[in-house]
């Protein structure tokens, strides 16, 4: 007699942090047979809700019940060891060693005392047969492609016997034949009455794979709408919730020669013929979902990836970027996606952070002093309105936003044409947005071209004059932000 299909609820989970909620009693209630999508734009909470189910953070309060018994977990393998199992994004296999040990890692047979290598080969043998995976046990997970590693994940978490199998992003990476290998897995697991609980951006996909979708909005459940249902439009309304109207775009007139056209740029499978070309004083928006390739096309613009094919041509001199000092020179620049990491140095002082793009490469015909580089930055405290308690005080003191500024008036000081911007306003507060937004503009104003991207659509709506949407890659459509709806826009970007 086959057993009954797996439930799995929570019941008014809220998880608060100092100074924010960023779960909001959400009950929620899944059954095995049926795969639920997990939508939500970024910082809906579903992180946060996939870490509390996962065992990585612990609620407020609230109940998780796992075939109706209430389950609580101080750590992932005490959530593994009750039946919630996640796949997460980035993989986690060890490359060295072998299929096998990596899905019982920790958990190797032993006879006699030793490690039971036979053994484990078999049982790893077994489980991926169960799944329907055509996998040696034996091989290095290394030497496997990146669909092969990501069902070895699964089989992974498959190994502990779950009742919930929770996937972040599961496709962000994979070509679409190895994405339809993945969703003929997960039906499989659904219909054996595993709960499946799939967190994507794209909506194209949850029509492929899920029979019904969940939304959160501002860490509230906002309803659960079976997958027929699930238009850009019924999306778009339920993740945003009502906006007020935008007035009509400023249109931009170009002003002499365009400062920069990218031509047929190309990098693997990251992006691929990626033409545009912006003029001077423009905002350009670029939208797209996770693993789109914004971030790869910047860093590719700002010569720190290298690129296969096309060109790019600034001032009206096409060059091929190949290192981030040839684009500084040619008046490009990058505002990294991580700030603290990539665009500042943490552990020197913000007067040094702000001077050190402007810095000639040693020689001793330049020399700067100190006195001038607290005029520099001070020029640009008062400017930005930046909160610097000392501008000789470390730069890791400051606000993710005061730090976002920062990085901006380092770039400044080299007296750039083009500002490349990626997610300017991730991980800071409403008031440092706007004015984020208000340098953005500013710099526009003065003939300083921007690059903006975001994964906030209502951010590129408000502050761009023209948005590009990049989708797996590729140049997927242009929009007017006075000329069309988030609804719209949310559209192209999932299709």
Not at 71 to 89: K, N, W, Y
Not at 218 to 232: F, K, S
């Amino acid at each position: 007699m086959e057993s009954p299909p797996h439930t799995f609820e929570t019941d008014r989970l809220r998880k608060e942090y100092p100074g924010t909620i960023a779960l909001r009693d959400v009950s929620l209630r899944c059954a095995g047979g049926k795969i639920r999508a997990l939508l939500g734009k970024n910082g809906a909470g579903k992180s946060t809700l996939v870490g509390i189910l996962g065992g990585a953070v612990r609620p407020t309060s609230g109940t998780v019940l796992v075939d109706g018994v209430p389950v609580s977990f101080r750590s992932p393998r005490e959530a593994l060891d009750r039946g919630i199992a996640t796949v997460h994004q980035e993989l986690s296999l060890i490359p060295g060693l072998s299929v096998a040990e990596n899905i019982f890692l920790g958990r190797l047979p032993r006879r006699r005392g030793l490690i039971d290598w036979r053994g484990a080969g078999r049982m790893a043998e077994n489980l991926l047969g169960e799944l329907g995976l055509e996998i040696d046990g034996r091989v290095t997970a290394g030497k496997l492609g990146l669909a092969g590693r990501q069902m070895v994940e699964i089989a992974k978490a498959m190994s502990h016997a779950p009742a919930v199998l929770m996937l972040d992003e599961p496709t962000s990476a994979l070509a679409l034949r190895e994405t339809e290998r993945l969703f003929e897995l997960l039906r499989r697991l659904a219909a054996q009455g595993v709960v499946i609980l799939y967190i994507t951006h794209r909506l194209e996909e949850i029509h492929r794979i899920a029979d019904e979708a969940s939304v959160l909005r501002n860490g509230e459940l906002v309803g659960t709408i079976p997958i027929a249902e699930a238009t850009p439009v019924v999306i778009a309304g339920m993740m945003f919730g009502d906006l007020p109207g935008r007035a009509e775009a400023e249109t931009v007139h170009p002003s002499g020669p365009p400062v920069i056209t990218v031509n047929g740029f190309t990098r693997g499978e990251a992006y691929r013929d990626v033409s545009f070309t912006l003029h001077r004083g423009e905002i350009l928006g670029i939208a797209g979902v996770l693993g789109a390739g914004r971030t790869e096309l910047l860093r590719g613009l700002f010569g720190a990836d290298p690129h296969d094919a096309g060109s790019v041509t600034v001032g009206g001199r096409e060059v091929a970027p190949s290192s981030p000092a040839q684009m500084k020179k040619l008046g490009v620049v990058l505002a990294p996606e991580d700030r603290k990491a990539e665009g500042l140095i943490q552990i020197l002082s913000t007067r040094i952070n702000i001077n050190l793009a402007g810095f000639w490469p040693p020689s001793l015909r330049w020399i700067t002093t100190a006195a001038r580089e607290r005029a520099v930055a001070s020029r640009y405290i008062a400017g930005m309105d930046m909160a610097v308690p000392s501008v000789d005080g470390p730069v890791s003191a400051l606000s993710g936003g005061t730090q976002q500024k920062a990085v901006i008036a380092k770039w400044l000081e080299t007296g750039p044409q083009v500002l490349l911007l990626d997610e300017p306003t991730r991980g800071i507060d409403i008031r440092a947005k706007q004015q984020i937004f208000g340098i953005v503009r500013d710099l526009s104003a003065r003939g300083i071209a921007s690059v903006f991207v975001s994964s906030e659509l209502e951010e590129l709506m408000e502050v761009c004059h023209r948005i590009l949407v990049l989708r797996k890659g590729r140049i997927a459509g242009e929009v007017s932000p006075g000329a069309t709806s988030l609804e719209s826009l949310l559209g192209i970007c999932m299709e």
